[in-house]
């Protein structure tokens, strides 16, 4: 009985201890409730104190081909949970045919803000606001959007810096305090002219000192184009690939090819770009690259600058106007018979006509962009299209889609146009082979235009 | 002795429970997103949450949303315009209708709206208009578009029922499960179709398909449920023309069939709840014509 006795004042104050969470604080900190709380409270006060708010840089992409870089937004947060925002580009909203908000960069749109404590300290943008859900909004072909974040964790606060984490693409972000005395409108208003200069073409012309670059073997370097909601773009996502020399088999080189992926962000002053992560080519590591505006180069950070990437020249439109051939493909009818004497002539300015002697089989305008090298079919108002079999066919999906983008090759000096996932929709008489009246689809075929 | 130690024990628990009870509490001065206090939230408050027990998020709540799904938030006025329209459109048409009143929005009405901006795309393009799970929450799509009409000109009826998209077609629906998982209807009802449901391969049938074999619509081939409240939400949001002409191009067959499975709509509705179909459609075609004159912007 004794030993009973012994057992129990022995587990009196572990009973009376254990059983009290205000116990546990006190022996290991603060609960992480408080902490989150913490955070939050720290992050609201920081973020609110900034009288000229805060330049954002922005990743997307929780997908590697949907990682396009970084983009720089202005948000200024207010007292009553409302946020102040702005955007580097212009954000452009459809419905339908309809557009139901167009501002160019550095307008500001306000909308509330929260912070989520159940799922830690998480900012939240959860009320529609057109700039700050440019990068989320989807559409028919693009359902994830450009894969933008809405919400953030908060890691690190520092008056000068925040660093939050977005939920969906998990990439680290930073929150930086503007102090630069500008105005809003004209700061983003020039980020906008610098993005415009650096991200200009989709292609660049590359050394790699070091790699191999027997003919055939040169560094390549190119930007993919995207479409930022009905709006051409050369993506901030440089893919660099060049080759190094392992040996010779006789007299062929023995290479190996390498591949670097390099997304960035313009740096605000206009004289570099920055890497969201550090690279390594040729054994030196890349963080980041100088622009010389004068060269139109790039220069990376690394003692031996090692890579050197130059935009090239802008297509002339006189390379584009002129007489073609037009080879037509799609899964419903076949590929036609080559359709000779295509015309594409000069509207005004950018804008051109493409126009079969027959305007019956090929028809459209689209407008030229000499810096990526492509033809942007027109929006569903402005063309007619094609027929295939007797139907017209449209090249933009009227509810909002992306409208069709025809390359620019220049092999041997002939200019080719061509689009290779020709999409478009057939017209509102036309009756699907499933039966459906009026049904828009695929084309899901090719219009190569070869200039004669 | 023995008793002495009880005591101590019985002392030392009572304190802990005492002490453990003070807990501390969260030293916060942050309003959280669960502390809303605008005049919307109030208004949401007063002729939701208190009456009817329902919650209006019209803020994205990402864990609300299917992971895979990317969409933007509703914005502010398009809240307004469709909570007013929740009560408008959907609760007091049931008020009116139920020999209940407002009990039976109580007892029976979708308790969680969630308000969703955009669209929602499956991978292939096509659009998803809403979701809703086990009659307990819907997800409405698509809601900006009701600001931009409002703004715009106006908005007009036919967008908020129309069969393919509309919201009332869709809230009526789900309703529609509600009602027949509280008191099911006759299993008649689904020996009309019985060989004709598909399940998932529904969406690759046309409606004229559908509207030959006796079903309302496309998804109505899913199974006898869908079938049901396919044959309720859309009859409740058509005029007798508008039916009419709707029905027009089924067959002969399909025709009967129709005819068939809404007379044990009609009869389900009128034994099971007191209510009567053609009534509950004169209420919410009346409503749906008055939409425009009510206020979608004062909302305290």
Not at chain 1, 192 to 221: C, H, K, L
Not at chain 1, 344 to 351: C, M, V, Y
Not at chain 2, 120 to 139: H, M, Q, R, S
Request: charged fraction near 20%.
């Amino acid at each position: 009985m004794k030993r009973i006795y012994y057992i129990l004042i022995l587990a009196l104050p572990l009973l009376v201890l254990s059983g009290c969470s205000k116990f546990e604080e006190d022996l290991f900190g603060k609960s992480s409730s408080e902490r989150v709380d913490a955070l939050i409270k720290e992050a609201y006060d920081t973020l609110t104190s900034s009288p000229e708010g805060w330049y954002f840089n922005y990743h997307v992409g929780w997908d590697e081909l949907e990682e396009i870089g970084g983009y720089w937004f202005w948000c200024k947060f207010n007292t009553d949970y409302t946020v102040d925002a702005a955007l580097e580009l212009n954000t452009v909203y459809y419905y339908g045919n309809e557009t139901t908000h167009n501002h160019p960069a550095g307008d500001i749109v306000s909308s509330p803000f929260e912070f989520i404590k159940s799922r830690g300290a998480v900012l939240s943008f959860d009320i529609y606001n057109p700039i700050l859900d440019f990068f989320v909004v989807p559409s028919a072909n693009a359902y994830q959007g450009l894969q933008g974040d809405l919400e953030f964790s908060i890691s690190e606060v520092t008056p000068s810096r925040i660093t939050v984490k977005g939920i969906k693409t998990g990439k680290i972000m930073h929150f930086y305090k503007k102090t630069d005395g500008k105005e809003t409108g004209q700061a983003m208003r020039d980020l906008s002219e610098i993005g415009n200069r650096i991200d200009r073409t989709s292609t660049m012309i590359a050394t790699v000192a070091g790699a191999y670059s027997g003919e055939g073997y040169e560094p390549v370097a190119e930007r993919a184009i995207k479409n930022y909601n009905s709006h051409m773009r050369a993506s901030r996502a440089i893919t660099l690939t060049y080759n190094v020399l392992t040996g010779m088999n006789g007299e062929t080189p023995v290479t190996e090819t390498k591949e670097v992926r390099m997304l960035y962000t313009p740096d605000m002053d206009g004289k570099g770009i920055t890497l969201y992560n550090k690279v390594n080519v040729m054994g030196n590591d890349i963080t980041a690259f100088t622009y010389d505006a004068n060269t139109d180069a790039f220069t990376s950070n690394d003692p031996g600058q090692t890579v050197v990437l130059k935009q090239t020249d802008a297509y002339a439109i006189e390379d584009v106007l002129g007489r073609y051939t037009a080879y037509v493909s799609s899964y419903w009818e076949g590929t036609l018979d080559p359709l000779e004497n295509i015309t594409i002539t000069r509207q005004s300015g950018n804008k051109l006509k493409v126009q079969g002697i027959d305007m019956d089989i090929l028809f459209f305008y689209a407008t030229f962009d000499p810096n990526l090298g492509i033809l942007v079919a027109e929006d569903y108002h402005e063309i007619e299209g094609i027929t295939l079999g007797g139907v017209k066919v449209y090249f933009k999906n009227p509810y909002g889609g992306a409208p069709t983008v025809f390359y620019i090759t220049r092999p041997d000096n002939v200019t080719n146009i061509s689009c290779g996932d020709l999409w478009g929709y057939y017209a509102p008489d036309y009756v699907s082979p499933s039966g459906n009246v009026g049904a828009w689809g695929g084309l899901y075929g090719s219009l190569r235009l070869i200039h004669n | 002795m023995k008793n002495l130690f009880k005591y101590i024990l019985l002392i030392a628990l009572v304190t802990t429970a005492w002490s453990c009870s003070e807990e501390l509490k969260s030293n916060s001065v942050i309003k959280a997103a669960e502390e809303r206090n605008s005049d919307f939230d109030k208004y949401l408050y007063r002729e939701f949450t208190v009456p009817y027990n329902i919650r209006v998020q019209y803020w994205l709540d990402d864990k609300e949303i299917g992971n895979n799904d990317q969409v933007i938030p509703a914005d502010i006025e398009s809240s307004k315009i469709m909570a007013v329209l929740l009560k408008y459109l959907f609760l007091d048409v049931y008020n009116e209708a139920s020999p209940e009143g407002v009990d039976f929005d109580r007892k029976y009405a979708v308790r969680i709206f969630q308000f969703v901006g955009s669209r929602a795309y499956n991978p292939n393009g096509t659009a998803v208009l809403g979701t809703a799970e086990g009659g307990l929450k819907i997800t409405l799509n698509d809601l900006n578009r009701l600001g931009y009409f409002y703004k715009t000109g106006g908005i007009d009826p036919a967008v908020l029922l129309s069969v393919e998209a509309g919201e009332f077609h869709t809230i009526h629906h789900e309703f529609g499960h509600i009602l027949h998982q509280t008191k099911n209807y006759s299993d008649e009802y689904g020996q009309i179709s019985v060989s004709d449901y598909v399940l998932d391969s529904w969406s690759e049938y046309t409606l004229q398909e559908a509207l030959d074999l006796g079903f309302i619509t496309a998804y109505g081939r899913n199974n006898k449920d869908e079938d049901f409240v396919e044959m309720y939400s859309t009859y409740v949001t058509m005029s007798q023309s508008q039916w009419d002409t709707y029905i027009s191009s089924a067959s002969a067959a399909g025709k009967a069939k129709i005819a068939q499975k809404l007379t044990l709509l009609k009869d389900y509705l009128a034994t099971s709840w007191g209510m009567d179909l053609n009534n509950i459609r004169a209420i919410i075609l009346r409503r749906a014509s008055e939409i425009n004159s009510l206020d979608f912007v004062n909302l305290k």
